[in-house]
């Protein structure tokens, strides 16, 4: 953001800052005079509708016998802490001789030198500020920058005639975008070439890498034929992809145009409202409508808006600037501009706070009596969403019932037309059990309670024919790995999974039971999307300002976003063995069968369960398949990725031991972490689970899966798993050299506080589900046995009782029912349970109390 004025406004974490130079009156005529830089803190005030100042800060500056003048300020991260900072770059000019220096300003409003240089010229084209911090600019067609680093200006081998943008690309760091004369084949006659292919060839568009002094094509990033024409660019998005560079931007043209490129490809374009545009940036509002401010050199400003094509949403002139950023906290970003008011000298006296939809503020209206009526406007709309949130939620429930009565008329359908066939080949139907179907009865059948239960009992044994998809073996060291891969329908219905390996031969001196280990392990796919999403499940967290270039190096290689896709692994149960016994019988065939609990769901909303003891399939193994290395894990590097298949990933995490720390910095971001993993570590990710990455560096370390998880930019999880507790340590005393020293590094004993916490509330409710459904099963045998009792009773005649009390008989008759009316009743209130019921209920309930307390305690020590 470069100012012709004398203040400088820049946007910092929704506040906007005013940098200020207060001159002495005569400094010419005194030799100590000083110059003081004072920076303004004002935040918004949603009551008040103005801003307001939180807070100030000033530096002092000594101006004998010179000019001092501010030159542009912006954010740039500080390469110390990898912290965002205002960064302000500060000219000092004595006779022929000028001075630079940078200044960086802390969250104390304390201003810290940077650097500085010297020049003998002044710098007047394309000067930039990016992460470092450090300095771009453009003298003399050549290009020359300096960082905080090196404190030395270094000059770039190219020739350029102007500098559209500057900033991060995946893969490649800091990226300089410029125009340069277009280098024409020595056999070409510039002569020859016509004036409009002069005009177009005479000039190219090309990228240059400061840190490896390297160039970029300009055709993956916009057509040749526009280099000529293009004035500004902002890089929205970067990637590789199978070692090839795709990058979006928009570009702004000397035509007046602004124009959105994707892949090298223009997808869209619109005519602007002004001429002379001179810059643009994003901004992301609530509705996640993706905008573009656009400068132009008069003093005008308009909004691009991007949905299904490019168009002018807004425009403004007299702007004096625009500024983007979550100025009332609403946890997505408005536009800030500032109009010039020559009546008016207070700083940010004429402004509008506008995201083109709910949001809109704007200055030198009174709200006091319109504030009721926005609220309610607020209000009225907030109550519309949440209408219509619930006609759709309501619209969906309707969808799924349609679609459960379409599947159950297919049964139907399916069961007449198996009935029909039987008719017509002569063959007995047999017809299916109605509960099993999910069909009721339409006759009032009286089963025998006993004879139900029992026919439940064997439906709870049954299994699939084919319930397995797959069935795996790998060997890892020493240790041998079993996989069996179950169908989703059938995996759902069970709990307490495991399996077990028993040898085929008739081994009379041995036991041919295996000691082995179960574990089921569950993975996580991470998937992104180039383009913008148009809807969300739900609205969104409050954020931080939109950051369009992240510095986190493990975000800038495999890039991952909220959404996110369970893979097989969940599906798949894995024992572990050792294998030098089994090597022992040279070849060997193992029975592979699989222990679980099935769930059946009875018709009183119960839940059964069964233990079943099914067989999945066999295995071989021989000497000379290892020898050969048929069931070696295979672990190779592909470019960025590792092509480990899904199989050996759960092989190796199945004999590896999980250990999980929580890391926190207070004053540093977590940065180091990302460079120890992919540097130092020589990590890569696994194309089939991008969470976690393989270590490829040489030793006891290769083969450790490390997997990082930030919280925040100074809080995270790091998950390693390691064969053994050297490797563990080998790896921390590694970590703790690159860590700052204020780091914090503690052990996870019991998993991490928010997986816990959804533990605990799974067992929470199954606890509950549990005591109700006991309750539910023992009022419904209480009621069958009082309508037992009361059918029993209808032995005695019901005759008038005038009638009874005629006669000593009918008087005898009344005391029966009478007595037996006071039994039934005790009996009522006196309800018994049949001991092995009893005994089952309890058994139940105190297993799921127990699960939950369990977790109680892993989250107490956690």
Avoid at 634 to 655: F, H, P, Q, W
Wanted: aromatic share 8%; hydrophobic share 40%.
């Amino acid at each position: 953001m470069l100012l012709s004025e004398q203040d400088q406004f820049l946007s910092y974490n929704g506040e906007v800052l005013v940098f200020q130079l207060s001159k002495p009156k005569h400094a010419e005529e005194a030799d100590d005079k000083t110059v003081n830089l004072c920076v303004r803190r004002m935040v918004f005030n949603r009551d008040t509708k103005l801003f307001v100042q939180k807070s100030s800060g000033v530096f002092n500056m000594r101006a004998s016998h010179s000019k001092v003048e501010m030159i542009c300020c912006s954010c740039t991260t500080d390469s110390r802490t990898g912290i965002i900072l205002p960064c302000i770059l500060m000219k000092n000019k004595k006779r022929n001789n000028v001075k630079y220096f940078l200044l960086l300003l802390h969250s104390s409003n304390q201003f810290e030198p940077s650097f500085y240089f010297k020049l003998d010229y002044e710098l007047k084209e394309d000067i930039r500020l990016f992460a470092g911090p450090s300095l771009l600019w453009r003298h003399a067609n050549k290009l020359f920058y300096i960082s905080s680093n090196t404190c030395v200006v270094q000059s770039a081998p190219v020739q350029l005639s102007s500098v559209v943008w500057t900033g991060e690309i995946v893969g490649e760091g800091t990226v300089v975008l410029g125009i340069r004369t277009a280098c024409l084949p020595e056999t070409e006659d510039p002569a020859g070439f016509s004036v409009s292919d002069r005009a177009i060839w005479g000039s190219e568009f090309f990228g240059y890498t400061v840190q490896t002094q390297k160039m970029l094509s300009g055709t993956c990033f916009m057509p040749h034929a526009y280099s000529r024409v293009v004035s500004s660019v902002y890089v929205c998005k970067s990637e590789r992809l199978k070692k090839q560079l795709r990058v979006s931007l928009v570009a702004i043209t000397h035509k007046n145009q602004l124009i959105w490129f994707q892949n090298g490809v223009p997808k869209g374009v619109c005519e602007l409202p002004y001429e002379k545009p001179c810059s643009v940036q994003p901004a992301l509002t609530s509705s996640n409508d993706l905008l573009f401010v656009v400068s132009f050199a008069s003093g005008s400003s308009c909004v691009v808006q991007r949905r299904d094509s490019l168009q002018v949403a807004s425009k403004w002139q007299k702007v004096k600037c625009v500024l983007v950023d979550d100025f009332i906290g609403s946890g997505s970003e408005q536009l800030l501009l500032l109009f010039k008011d020559d009546s008016n000298t207070d700083v940010l006296s004429t402004f509008k706070i506008t995201d083109l939809g709910e949001v809109n503020y704007a200055s030198g209206i009174n709200y006091e009596h319109d504030v009721p009526a926005a609220e309610g406007l607020q209000e009225n709309c907030l109550l519309t969403v949440r209408a219509l949130e619930t006609r759709l939620q309501a619209g969906w429930t309707s969808v799924r019932e349609l679609q459960q009565h379409l599947g159950l008329q297919k049964k139907v359908i399916h069961e007449s037309c198996r009935a029909l066939i039987d008719l017509v080949e002569e063959r007995p139907h047999i017809l299916p059990n109605s509960k099993e179907k999910g069909l009721v009865s339409l006759w009032d059948d009286v089963e025998n309670p006993a004879d139900s239960f029992s026919r439940e009992t064997l439906f709870a044994c049954k299994v699939p024919e084919h319930f397995t998809e797959e069935l795996w073996q790998r060997v890892v060291g020493d240790s041998l790995v079993v996989g069996v891969k179950l169908k989703e329908s059938f995996y759902l219905s069970l709990s307490d999974v495991s399996l077990s390996l028993v040898m085929d031969q008739d081994f009379s001196s041995i036991s041919p039971i295996i000691k082995c280990q179960s574990k089921i392990i569950k993975l996580n796919k991470a998937f992104s999307a180039l383009a913008v999403s148009s809807s969300q499940i739900e609205p969104p967290p409050k954020k931080m300002k939109l950051d369009l270039h992240s510095k986190n190096d493990l975000k800038k290689e495999f890039p991952k976003r909220s959404s996110r896709i369970q893979l097989d692994g969940a599906k798949t149960v894995t024992a572990v063995t050792s294998l030098s016994p089994l090597l022992a019988f040279h070849r060997v065939c193992c029975v592979v069968l699989l222990h679980a609990r099935k769930q059946n769901h009875q018709s009183d909303s119960s839940q059964q369960s069964k233990k079943i003891t099914v067989l999945c399939g066999k295995i071989l193994l021989s000497l000379e398949d290892i020898s050969n290395g048929r069931y070696s894990i295979k672990m190779l590097r592909d470019n960025s990725y590792c092509t480990g298949s899904m199989e050996d990933i759960l092989a190796v995490l199945a004999v590896s031991v999980r250990f999980s720390f929580q890391i926190v910095s207070c004053d540093c971001t977590l940065t180091p972490v990302s460079s120890w993993l992919l540097g130092e570590m020589e990590c890569t990710p696994f194309k089939e689970c991008q969470d976690n990455i393989f270590c490829h560096k040489a030793g006891n370390i290769h083969g450790t899966i490390f997997n990082w998880a930030l919280k925040n930019p100074f809080e995270g999880v790091l998950t390693i798993f390691c064969r053994n507790l050297t490797v563990l340590f080998q790896c921390l005393h590694s970590l703790t050299r690159v860590l700052p020293p204020s780091c914090r590094v503690k052990l996870l004993r019991s998993g991490s506080k928010g997986g816990l916490t959804e533990q605990l509330a799974l067992a929470l409710e199954k606890e509950m589900l549990t005591l109700k459904n006991s309750l539910f099963l023992k009022e419904t045998k209480a009621e069958n046995s009082l309508t037992w009792e009361t059918e029993s009773g209808k032995k005695i005649n019901n005759a008038p009782l005038a009638s009874l009390l005629d006669t000593e008989e009918g008087v005898q008759q009344f005391r029966k029912k009478l007595q037996h009316e006071r039994e039934e009743s005790v009996r009522s209130m006196n309800q018994t349970m049949n001991g092995a019921l009893y005994q089952k209920i309890a058994l139940k309930i105190a297993e799921a109390q127990l699960s939950s307390d369990m977790i109680v305690w892993r989250l107490a020590k956690s």
